[in-house]
Every structure is written in C-alpha cells, then in structure tokens.
C-alpha cells in the first residue's frame, strides 16, 4: 500500500531535500530560489521558509534532534538555522566549489561537510570554524555519515570509492573501492560494525569494519541506488532506487522482497511506526510516499524478481549470526587541529551575513505545534504518533481522491502485489544492570543540597567565602585529597613539558594514586602514535588494577589501553619471542627481547582476570569478551 502526495516546493527548481530520521515528519527542501522551506509530511502547507543564501542551495540536514538544520550552498558557504527559535546562529565559509554532502555528528556541537573541491570538513559550530580537513577523495564527495558512537566518518564520493576516517586520530582507517561507479550514498549499521554503501552501478555492498572486507553485494537493482536504510532494529536493508524498494539482508546475501513503486527517483527514506516515508522531485515539484512496511517481507526465503526460490534458514539472531562488536555510543568530542589554521573567530562581516538571514514563518499553526510545543519534553511530531492513514484500494492504478487547490496534488497508486510477513513473537527483555561498579555517569554528588547545610537565613545573608566555608566543615579529608591530586598532577604536567611520555608515566605510577594514571593514560589513549614498547612494561601492573576496580570510567580506561597495546604491540611481542637465537651479540635486540619478555608475562596474568570478567553479562561483559578474543593465542 503506497499513498503519495505532490506539491509545489519552491517558485524554481528544487536542488535537494531530506527527512528528518528522528520522526520521519519532517521535510527541508532547498532550491535554485536559493530557500530553505520546512514542511510537515503530508501537509501540503510549508511551515518556515529560510532565507540567506545568495546561490542555489545543494544538500540539507537536520541534526538529530530536529531542532536544527543546515544548507549548503552552490557556492561553498553553510548556514545554520534553529528551527525552535526561528533564527539563523551560523554562517560557516571555508569550501572553495559546491557543498554537496552534509552530516551532524551524534553529539550535535559537530558538523561534517563534503564538497565537489574533494574535501571533507569538520566544522565546531558554536565556534564558527572548521578544526579539521580530510584529504583523499579526488572527485565529489556526495555523502557523509558518522558512526553511532561518533568516533568514525564515512564518506562516499564520484571516485567510486568508500572511505573510512577516524575522527580523533584525524586519518584514514582504509579505503573500499569495489564499485565501479561513483557511489551516492553510505549508512552506518544502527548496532553493529557494518557498513552500507549504494552506487551508480546498481550495486548495495556492505562492508565489516572490524576485519574491512566485503561481506555482501547486492545486485539486480532497476537503476542507480539513490538511498538506502537499515531497518531500526538492525535486520535488514531498505534500498531505493528507480520505482523499485528493495529489502536485502547478508551473511548470506539474499533479497528478502522486492516491491514496484512509482516514486521515480526517490532522494530520501525514513521509518515511522513501521511506515516508510519516501520522497522524490522533479522540476519544482515534490511528492513524498507511504510504505506499509507491516506488508513487506523482511526476512525468510530469497525473492529473485517475482520468483521466490527455495528457502534459506533464518539467521538465528535478528542482527546476524557473526562476533562484530556492537557501537558502545561514549560522549565524545573531536579535538583534531586544522592543519592550515581554518579556525576563526566570528567577523563583522559574518555577523551581517547572519542578520541578513531569515526565517519566514509562513503556518504559525503548525509551527507551534511542531517547533513549540506545550511540553519541552515531548517534540511533535513525536517519534511515536498515528500512522498514516492507508488509503482505499481500487482495481485502478491511480485514483484522483482531492485536490485541495492548484498546487496540491493527491494521488494513491496501488501496489500490485503485496507480500504479508509472517507473525513475529515480541520478546522484551530486560538488561542486567551490574553490580558492585560505581558508574561513570554519575558526576555529581547525589543528595548534595546547601539547605541540609545552612538555615534558610544563613543562605541568604552570607556571602560566597562564608557560605563555601560553612560547607566545608566536616570535609577536610575530601579538601586534602583533592589538594593532593591536584599537586600531583602538576607533578606530572611538569615533567609531561618536557616531552618524556615514559618519565611522565612512570612519576604518575610511582604516586601510588590510580586517579592519576587515569588521568595521564587517558590522554595517551586519545593519541596512539605515543605508545612505544617501553610503556607497555610500565603500566601493564598498573592496567591490572584497573581492571579490577569498582569504577566504571577506571574500567573503561583500562580496556582501552590495553586494547591498543594488543593491536600494536602483540605482533612484535610474539615475533621477538619465537624467533631464533641470533649470532653474535645484538644489544638492541637483546634489549627488546627483555622488554617482551616483560610484557608476555604481564599479559598472561592479564589473561586470567579478562577470562573472568568476560563471564559478566551487560556492556562490561561485551567488552571483556573482545578482550579476550584479542588475548586468543595466551590462551594456548
């Protein structure tokens, strides 16, 4: 069942448009009247029309909240908008041709830009300036996508290829260049460490980002892949392309059905109260359309056309039978320096830009309803509203219902065959919560109130140094360890000055304080290149004890650091070890044989404490089970 309504977008032709995935009701269209309109799906009313470009706008986002959006333009310059406040807060300039790619990071202070100059920028928008430029593409870069836990970006670009950069690093992690066409788009797995990308050759490929191989290809698409989607729950893989939605799953590949739609040449998915909403434009006009995804297969037997071949068993899990990991989600920020200064402070002549951009409120109505709701919790459109209401089926293809006036046009086509998915059990479950680990998200004192301290009359009459002080008594012994911390880790940034990581590590070991080995590990961690053998032998004792610890954030650092050690030093520990005696004497080698000797013994009793801790259930369990996968060949 397909609904598909039709409107006039923009008084010329419209350049680019986008759901927003949150709610999959809301639409920003860009066009070559240099606008950005804001509409509600299915009405045929724009909500905000937002002006300031003075070239065609190209590509459009919204961040992941809805409350924001911004526009490329032909031009190379970016504006934000807030939709809630109805204003313009950035104009971002940096791009020297077209921006045609646009993605926000997860944690919303980030921007990601995609150019036809080949470059990708990463933009701090309460900054206004660019803190990084990643350089490799060298055509267009015609999308960007960040990862869930937004340590990776994905980019796919007319030079047929897929690339993958890490953030904090500020590099490339590897390349993917089986398409043979330039490739449109690219989407992250909502869970595991999968990869999808679609392309002019008529090709869905998804790729495993833990060993970088192709895992699948799809083929047999009607033409090129314009958009593609994970179902929310990971199963499986919508792909759109001309008047044909595609349902595809992998490991093995397999095309679970296949459904002959008339949306042309469909720009956008997004999923709401298993609907899918699609749009597509042509010229001036838009139309977007309504999927019952409760009729479409989405798992089982493999659909070669409209021929359905022998059965293939259904994975055991919904998310596939492999080991991938799944996206920890962390808070995280992206610290990387622009190597040619880009950064900027905002200019008078950015500042005249901004307030010659606008946002026309052009249906008061629904913009109330939608951008100011009564209740600041809930948004509206919700994520979780009444679906569209289906449309009555006919024996014709396509039936005039209304038309409301010259620029609304409401049409139903009608599916000519319908697949009806097998029944699904629901099972909930309900996540361990673990025991005896102090979380890391609790940062702040819990109960911790002025009044339990002072009377009503004392709060108010004193000031600042009597207050904080009456606060202290009874606190001495928290004051003197703070004092203390705070004396040792000037320690070790002193020393840190110097440039000697290994003396600033082992002057943090030797304070006989975690906290401060925490401190100073979390800072090596951010950057690898600063680990060397030498390291390993310090603080192997150390990544122990953190191991073993009832705080989550020691935990966590703990693994991380031990994680890169065995991805980077492991093989040289193991080579160094099993090689022949040499002849003659080598003092360097000798020297580096000790070291791993050192290290193989330190890791094996390591072994034992991630063997028992992989036994937990939850995310720290997870995350032990990767250990111990990684500490494998110990175990022999």
């Known amino acids: 069942m397909l609904a598909t309504v039709e409107i006039v977008a923009h008084s010329s032709n419209v350049s680019s448009l986008v759901l927003g995935k949150a709610s999959g009701r809301l639409l920003a269209t860009g066009g070559e009247d240099c606008r950005v309109n804001i509409w509600a799906v299915s009405k045929p009313n724009c909500i905000m029309s937002l002006t300031g470009h003075t070239s065609p706008v190209e590509c459009i986002q919204f961040n992941c909240s809805e409350e924001r959006v911004v526009a490329g333009s032909q031009s190379g310059s970016l504006r934000l908008w807030d939709l809630e406040a109805a204003k313009i807060l950035r104009t971002l300039m940096g791009h020297k041709a077209s921006v045609c790619s646009l993605d926000f990071h997860p944690m919303g202070e980030y921007l990601a830009s995609g150019s036809v100059d080949s470059n990708i920028k990463l933009w701090d928008v309460r900054r206004k300036g660019c803190v990084f430029r990643y350089k490799g593409h060298t055509q267009a870069v015609r999308c960007l996508a960040f990862s869930p836990d937004g340590k990776w970006l994905a980019s796919a670009s007319d030079d047929s290829t897929v690339k993958l950069w890490d953030l904090i690093a500020g590099k490339m992690i590897t390349e993917f260049t089986s398409h043979t066409s330039a490739v449109n788009v690219v989407q992250f797995h909502p869970n595991e460490y999968l990869l999808a990308s679609g392309s002019a050759d008529r090709t869905v490929k998804l790729w495993d980002l833990e060993k970088f191989n192709m895992i699948s290809s799809s083929e047999g698409e009607t033409g090129v892949v314009r958009s593609i989607l994970f179902n929310p729950d990971g199963s499986c893989l919508y792909s759109g392309s001309e008047n044909t939605l595609r349902v595809y799953g992998w490991e093995p590949d397999r095309c679970f059905d296949v459904v002959h739609v008339g949306w042309g040449k469909v720009s956008d998915l997004a999923i709401s109260n298993n609907q899918m909403i699609a749009v597509s434009y042509s010229q001036n006009n838009v139309s977007w359309y309504v999927v019952d995804l409760n009729r479409v297969k989405k798992s089982g037997s493999v659909i070669q056309g409209l021929i359905q071949d022998k059965p293939i068993p259904a994975p055991t899990s919904a998310l596939g039978t492999t080991l991938r990991r799944n996206y920890e989600r962390p808070t995280t920020s992206c610290t ?15 500042e005249k830009e901004d307030k010659e951009s606008s946002a026309e409120i052009t249906n008061p109505e629904d913009y109330k309803e939608i951008f100011q709701p009564r209740s600041a919790i809930s948004r509206t459109p919700p994520k979780r509203t009444e679906p569209f209401t289906a449309p009555l089926e006919h024996s014709f293809s396509e039936s005039v219902l209304e038309k409301p006036g010259p620029a609304v046009k409401i049409v139903t086509p009608v599916i000519d065959r319908v697949v009806t998915s097998p ?62 911390r705070y004396k040792n880790l000037d320690t070790v940034r002193s020393v840190w000055a110097s440039g000697d990581v290994k003396t600033s590590l082992d002057s943090a070991v030797s304070m006989n304080d975690l906290s401060i080995v925490v401190d100073v590990l979390n800072i090596i961690n951010r950057k690898p290149s600063l680990w060397k053998l030498d390291l390993c032998t310090s603080i192997l004792t150390q990544i122990e004890e953190l191991l073993q610890s009832k705080y989550e954030s020691y935990v966590q650092t703990g693994c991380i650091s031990l994680k890169l050690i065995l991805k980077r030093f492991w093989p040289l520990i193991s080579d160094t070890l099993t090689a022949p005696p040499s002849v003659g004497v080598d003092i360097t080698r000798e020297e580096r044989h000790r070291k791993c000797k050192a290290c193989y013994k330190q890791l094996k009793n390591l072994s034992n404490v991630v063997k028992n801790r992989a036994e937990q259930v939850g995310r720290h369990g997870s995350t032990f089970k990767e250990l111990q996968l990684l500490m494998a060949p110990l175990y022999c």
Do not use: W
């Not at 998200?441 to 904080?468: H, K, W």
């Open 336 to 350: 990387g320096q622009d190597p040619e200064g880009e950064r900027r402070s905002p200019s008078s002549e950015d």
């Open 423 to 484: 029944s699904r059990p629901v099972v909930t479950t309900t996540k361990p919560k673990p025991t005896g680990i102090i979380l890391s998200t609790r940062n702040e004192p819990i109960g911790l109130n002025a009044g339990d301290f002072l009377s009503v009359n004392q709060l108010y009459v004193m000031g600042d140094e009597e207050a904080l002080a009456q606060i202290r008594k009874g606190h001495d012994t928290m004051c003197v360890m703070l004092t203390s």
